[in-house]
């Protein structure tokens, strides 16, 4: 074409060059595309008819250019001063006045080129960014902005306990704690085991315990080096639990003082390596089921610990498979034929060297998914005898007449009251899972800071984060992972300050934000994975030990649906107490009139308002929040009471509620994560960091609401437009928050050898 | 109190036991407790003030009966005759007639003892259950109930395939695949390898080839083989893809006759091991952007291969790492310094004794989440030379005059149509991954149909398949296995018959069902991992190894987040074209008022419709779902328009789009599975199997629609009585499915070892 008679001719026809290379490159050409060429050529009335049956020769499917010539004509387009061209039509005039400076392009020429353009689908002003470079766009230049001090925003997180966390940042940054490759099994054990034996070296593994055990009688220390722990290897972090939160833990909380004499402080320094016996094969949600039996003899004042049956045997006992030597054993009392329900015992497993007791018959559970430095044992006992002391006394005990006594008479309360000592458990996880979050975050983010693909014609490639879809997978994790610290700062608060009154509720916060929390991890390092792509599949970037290592964290310490059912449950008491005397029908209109008058009075305007002012609001945030909890509630109680009514059983009448009770639970423990964030950015003076994390506790809030909002619509709380709305504004949040990204992982100070992902590493 | 002087006196006063036994055994007396019995004991005059007040004392919470006495009282109750007792004063009555048959208890009295039942939140005919046993319940009785022959539905799925799966599963069942422990990477390695060779011995590995390679030409039993070895180790499935379907398909596919000649017969019997080296560590998704280069010498007649920096080196090369000693290279063609686009090359990587080649360096990628039978590696070329014969020329080639010539002048469109044939990776893919999940079903299912936890109060514990959390858990998973293999099974079809103008449409079909049934594949088996409890988290069952091996099907074959953009596109490429010329304002207003026109004139009663007929229409079903394809599609177009129009650039809009996008991507692979899920009920002959698929089919949409429920509140599609009607359904359809979910997934017909759990042993 360009070597053509014609063109030389009539250099003008030079003007149709870069538009028929866009559409030869493009694709091949489309009927609709050759009848708009068409349409254009035979409106120019300055070619002559032999030139238009060139030109038109020219767009013939079957006989395109070839490359080579293609090759040509980009290289003659991009051979022109482009930076003033904006549209096919101006490039081509350049063109032209290349070949000779004399001819014009009279504007009627380029309103039909437009034209042309459109109906072709052509964007006319992008065109020829095909033909230039370091083309500029939003996305582009889109990138990290700072507006906090990096450390003010640590110390906020890390509050009273910074010097704690500095401290165990400190040991397990040592080069001790390097990660490392494991030859078996075995090998792995034994190295968490060694790493475990140097953090009771530094005191870490007695923090709570009474000083006459060398502790520090400090229960939230000991909950700060759980979660601070959880930045290094988990498997680590869960033999570390076992051995002095839940072994050690159920010593000091269910035993007397001359337990905690005889036991803790070779518990604390790890000199007495132990277990927590409770559930069985046959036996795990349902704890209360448990068939191990702990039979009294008067005689000899001893207790028999024996399995009854295969399904009755200890199953997953951290610590049993190698170490353990003796353990909490959680049995059903017998005394003269009598059940007194599920207590617990303290029963020897091995001898200092590693031989098993007689009558204890110990399984290796083997490989698992992950924590594989854990040694989970399955435990046999064959009437093993013990003495009557060791039975863990402080919420009932044999009398010396060989009578049972208890404060407790109720067997289902006392082991109710028991397992409640026990809800640290349910706050060290948690803590623990939110850690392991913090990590993939850290990992995924500074990934997507990094790793640039595709960008815009012309242009240079993207980083990933500049990415929407990108954003709505990491930045509502990342608002989430902030949001959980400040609830899991308050639940310890509670369990710390608890009077007794409120061990009811804070066990039901616990089984929540237990739940909730680990979900969230699972959830999140799955998106923290696939954000890295096939190198978020490469061991070496840890989001495969981080996802396979927690991914238990779901099921232990209590099932999540288990424990998001118990939940409801004590929400469903509390209402009734709460409501007293009121029938059910009573207090349902009650809520209802209240609900009714919330958007009858308050929202004939509020449903439909999509005013970014009234979005972002903390009060619309929590008032949605506390209408869906109160709403979900009520409804739930009223479902279950009316199909009781119409003579359902309530075993089940629950089971058909077990999806509304489940929105019971995840409705209470959101608005707490979101009641407890607004509070902290009330709360926090640097205004820097206060108006980040409004920003963070936005996206929270809206995410959340955006996530439920089938549940708003379908209540008429909310209108469509309004739902839209806020879709809207959680997009522009994360697009907001990005900026910021970098700087809220960098703010949990997470130790690099740590993290120690090669694609994560801050200086690459 | 059952020892005390008033009891003596007035027998009648025990019918206040069991009141007051469950008062005790349930908690402590909460005040309202409390003053509930002062009232009930006050209005009865039968009572003396003395026994008033005996009664009165024994309801001091300080001072509640002991643990032995609560023991006796429960003793007591139990040995009376329960039957024909159903309130709690019924059981009372019948302990005062044992103290002597001749009392009579007035009605007056049960009346007054219902009515402080219910205040005190006592569900009075219930109460009772605590004594008894064998309480049976809706959820206790429940049970699985096969409503169609196994082998028949089985049929179904295999269709006329049967024979070869049959082949396929003979052959792994056999002792040599065993599953086994491996010492080392290096063991799992060679296993897989082995396992991989066997498979070759048996002819799997050319069936897609030409005979004289061995081959059956066979390309959909290709996708069988594929498909039922995924029922075994997916090291071994993926280790079969590269070598046969990456490394073999792409000398078909993009070489010539002559390179069919050369290489398919040794590489469908493995004597040639081969990679598929097309990913580079700068470049995964935006595979355009390749830096590795083929520089031709005509002088020699050479390519030169050469990796110019780091990050064009070829990264996750599988087979790279040990076995692979020649590689299919994508590399960017230089001819005198002109760039022509990515191209394909075989070149060698190692001698047959597995000494690489001059120039060439590999590293192993060491470790990775899963999938370790496999040896990725990483490789650098430096100046590797190869000859003029060893461009895979099907798309172009060097001619003798060392100038480049291809049918398909355009790089970028040649490129993309070179890709375009290597699909069926797309194809592969989400069936094995489909069948991993049905694997991972049929493990949770089966664990859950045996294992037993928790129960009505008097009642044995309930299999934990019959709560409706759990249902809900995989009933919902169950039937979307079901509609997806259909629906993989139309793409299939579709490729197998494809005309070149339906490349693209195909193209995307693949793109989106790839992503969706990966995804899917991810989430069930991840509910299967904590449906099993910690069950599920022991490598024994298997679903670690199914979970970890199949989580980079995400990522690799192309990001699922870049494939759904795609497919994005492609939608919207096919909406400009179908509608031709008009703009796309008059598009939108056209779809619009098409859309109106469904809601105003079908709708009015529609959108309120709850009636369970109407839910469970198929009618129903398909034309929600193609409303949300259509609705979406053009919201997206205008949208897209609008920002564009506003003058942002389209890269810019597009990325504001994404979230847009990804749901026009959904919608449509949901309703194309929809579709054919109906079709394949439709043109089901036996009945029985026709009622199981469409109770499943009708689960699999509603459940989508639930999932997709705030979008049709918004539009104003549904109201929210309707959608509330619609979870009530997808219940009820869980608890319906659930009596035939063991025989749906044996109708998988998974070999026994290849399941392999010890959770999910047939016969335990």
Chains 1, 2 share one sequence.
């Not at 007293?580 to 209240?594: C, D, L, R, S, V």
Request: aromatic share 10%; with cysteine.
């Amino acid at each position: 074409m360009l070597h053509s008679e014609e063109l030389h001719n009539n250099p003008k026809l030079h003007i149709f060059l870069p538009l028929f290379y866009t559409l030869w490159m493009d694709s091949v050409l489309t009927p609709t595309e050759i009848s708009e060429m068409h349409k254009l050529i035979n409106k120019q009335d300055w070619i002559s008819s032999t030139e238009k049956e060139y030109l038109l020769s020219k767009l013939n499917p079957a006989e395109g250019p070839n490359s080579k010539e293609l090759k040509s004509w980009k290289k003659k387009i991009k051979s022109i001063d482009l930076d003033s061209t904006h549209s096919l039509s101006q490039i081509g005039e350049s063109l032209v006045k290349q070949e000779n400076p004399n001819i014009s392009i009279e504007e009627k020429i380029h309103l039909d080129f437009q034209e042309a353009e459109k109906a072709l689908g052509l964007l006319s002003k992008e065109a020829g960014f095909t033909f230039k470079s370091g083309h500029q766009t939003i996305t582009t230049k889109h990138r990290e902005d700072q507006s906090f001090a990096t450390e003010k925003m640590t110390g906020i997180l890390d509050g009273k306990q910074a010097n704690l966390i500095k401290k165990v940042k400190a040991v397990i940054s040592d080069p001790t704690f390097a990660y490392r490759d494991y030859d078996s099994l075995l090998d792995q054990r034994e190295q968490v085991l060694q790493w475990c034996q140097a953090l009771a070296d530094q005191g870490f593994g007695a923090w709570a315990f009474p000083e006459y055990a060398k502790g520090k009688d400090d229960m939230e220390g000991y909950f700060t080096i759980m979660e601070t722990l959880s930045y290094h290897d988990l498997s680590m972090v869960i033999k570390f639990g076992v051995q002095f939160g839940l072994w050690g833990m159920s010593v000091f909380f269910l035993g007397s003082e001359k337990h905690h004499q005889k036991y803790l402080k070779d518990i604390g320094s790890l000199e007495l390596p132990g277990c927590f016996a409770m559930t069985e094969t046959g036996h795990g949600s349902n704890v209360r089921g448990l068939e191990t039996t702990a039979t009294y003899d008067h005689e000899t004042k001893t207790f028999s610990i024996h399995t009854p049956n295969p399904d009755a045997r200890k199953e997953y006992i951290g610590n049993a498979a190698l170490h353990g030597q003796m353990a909490t054993v959680f049995a059903k009392l017998i005394i003269d034929g009598e059940d007194y329900g599920v207590n617990a015992f303290v029963v020897p497993l091995r001898s200092e060297d590693g031989k098993l007791v007689k009558g204890v018959r110990i399984e290796d559970c083997g490989r698992k998914m992950g924590l594989n430095g854990v040694d989970n044992g399955v435990i046999y006992f064959d009437n093993v005898v013990i003495p009557k002391e060791d039975m863990l006394d402080k919420f009932a005990f044999v009398n010396e007449q060989g009578e049972f006594e208890s404060p407790i008479s109720s067997d289902n309360r006392r082991f109710f009251t028991m397992l409640g000592t026990l809800v640290g458990g349910r706050i060290g996880i948690p803590r623990s899972a939110l850690a392991a979050s913090k990590t993939g975050l850290t990992i995924a983010i500074r990934h997507a800071e990094k790793r640039k693909q595709f960008g815009p014609e012309g242009g240079e490639e993207v980083p990933i984060l500049n990415y929407r879809l990108h954003q709505r997978r990491l930045m509502p994790p990342l608002a989430t992972s902030y949001a959980l610290h400040f609830a899991l700062r308050y639940l310890t608060q509670r369990f710390l300050d608890r009077k007794e009154e409120e061990a009811q509720e804070i066990e039901a916060l616990a089984a929540g934000l237990k739940a909730y929390t680990t979900w969230f991890t699972t959830a999140t390092l799955q998106e923290c994975r696939e954000a890295c792509g096939g190198k978020g599949y490469l061991s070496e970037n840890r989001i495969d030990a981080l996802k396979n290592d927690t991914d238990v964290y779901t099921t232990f310490e209590g099932d999540n649906v288990v424990l998001m059912q118990l939940v409801a449950k004590n929400r469903l008491t509390e209402f009734r107490q709460e409501f007293g005397h009121m029938n059910m029908f009573t207090i349902f209109n009650y809520i209802t009139a209240q609900a009714k008058t919330s958007i009858v009075e308050k929202n004939p305007i509020t449903v439909r308002n999509t005013d970014s002012k009234h979005l972002l609001d903390f009060d619309f945030h929590l008032n949605a929040f506390v209408y869906r909890e109160k709403a979900i509630l009520s409804s739930a109680a009223q479902r279950l009471k009316k199909h009781i009514d119409e003579g359902m059983d309530s075993f089940d009448a629950t089971n058909v509620a077990q999806h509304h009770l489940q929105n019971v639970g995840q409705a209470y423990i959101e608005r707490v994560i979101l009641e407890q964030f607004q509070k902290t950015v009330n709360e926090t003076t640097d205004e820097s960091c206060k108006m980040a994390l409004t920003q963070l506790c936005q996206l929270y809030a809206l995410y959340t609401l955006e996530k439920n909002r089938g549940w708003y619509l379908e209540q008429g709380y909310m209108e469509g437009v309004k739902t839209k709305a806020i879709r809207k504004e959680v997009n522009q949040l994360c697009w907001e928050v990005r900026k910021n990204a970098s700087a809220l992982i960098n703010a949990f100070d997470i130790p690099e050898s740590c993290i120690a992902a090669p694609i994560a590493m801050k200086t690459e």
